[in-house]
C-alpha cells in the first residue's frame, strides 16, 4: 500500500467523522451520550463488530 493510499483513506475517515456533528450536532450528542451508557463489554462487542466488517470490507475490496 501507498502512503498516498494511507492518506486519503485516513482523509476519508476523517471527513465521515465530522459530518455528523457538523450537520446534526444534536443528534450526535444524544447519540453518543447514549454510548456513555453502555457497558465495556457492550462497547467492545460494537467495536469488534465494526472493526470484522471493516476487515471483510477490506477483503472484498481487494
Known sequence: ???EVFW???ALVLVIEGAMPFLS???WRKGFLQ???LRDGQLRFFGLCSLLL???LLWLAN
Open 1 to 3: 500500500m501507498s502512503s
Open 54 to 56: 471493516g476487515l471483510a
Open 8 to 10: 486519503s483513506a485516513l
Open 35 to 37: 454510548l456513555l451508557q
Open 25 to 27: 450536532p444534536g443528534s
